[in-house]
């Protein structure tokens, strides 16, 4: 396999959203508040272990990502996506992608968090659900991310970064010692699209730019699928707004991005 080019998402609102288990403290509408990556939804033991909603209105997706989860290697999950809450919970569905294994390519992580990832053909639905399988006690997610896949046509530039961003603090006292403030590491990501044409960034690039400053966005930046895919997702918001800079050859854009993840 080769290494794949970025895809990027923006969340759709998920709407009403009901569940068969959940602690009260950890509901399933915390799946939609993808601006607080800190509130999960969290399942008390293994049984009924599904969410379903209804969007406001009729979104056409192609993707779905649930984010830091704690998969074991045998979870599995199951999306179906229709027009009526009947077709999402029987076996009508338009799009049902069965139950496929929650962390794939099997690999494990330090952090024991894991995303998810499917990618399909673009379809309209109006209804959601999601079920959990063959997972051991309480599971656990940060988001649920539905919406459209944005894949750049091109490479990214040489000279991408890799990093991180520290949000907490150490100094040394005149005394020598270490005075530290608590606060996350935060993954970083930054590169550059130089070959963007004009076509590609009104119908995909130009949502993205417009809401990325205040609203995070869900990218992977390696889609390739084998061990350590993992730690190519990203979600959180962009440092710098993107911006699309005219270069030499005529209806075509260079864009940066620099993005603070807190995944």
Not at 20 to 45: C, D, F, K
């Amino acid at each position: 396999m080769a290494i794949e080019k970025p895809i990027f998402c923006l969340p759709v609102d998920l709407g009403t959203i009901a569940t068969g288990n959940e602690r009260t403290e950890t509901p399933a509408v915390h799946l939609n508040h993808h601006e607080s990556i800190g509130l999960v939804w969290r399942t008390n033991g293994n049984s009924n272990m599904w969410a379903r909603g209804q969007f406001a209105a009729s979104q056409a997706l192609s993707m779905c990502s649930l984010i830091n989860a704690n998969a074991q290697a045998g979870t599995t999950v199951r999306l179906r996506l229709g027009t009526s809450q009947a077709e999402v919970d029987g076996g009508s569905a338009p799009y049902d992608s069965g139950a496929v294994t929650f962390i794939s390519p099997a690999e494990t992580t330090d952090s024991g968090l894991y995303s998810s990832f499917q990618q399909f053909d673009e379809i309209e639905a109006t209804w959601w659900r999601i079920d959990i399988g063959n997972h051991t006690g309480d599971f656990e997610a940060a988001s649920l991310i539905l919406g459209k896949a944005v894949q750049s046509s091109r490479f990214y530039d040489r000279g991408w970064e890799l990093g991180t961003s520290d949000l907490g603090s150490i100094d040394i006292s005149r005394w020598g010692v270490d005075i530290e403030t608590d606060g996350i590491i935060l993954n970083t990501v930054s590169f550059k699209l130089s070959w963007v044409s004009e076509a590609e960034f009104v119908s995909s690039f130009r949502q993205i730019m417009l809401r990325a400053k205040r609203k995070p966005v869900w990218l992977l930046f390696n889609p390739e699928a084998v061990a350590g895919r993992q730690a190519h997702f990203y979600f959180g918001r962009f440092g710098q707004a993107p911006f699309a800079q005219s270069v030499r050859k005529p209806g075509t854009f260079a864009m940066e991005f620099s993005m603070q993840s807190v995944i």
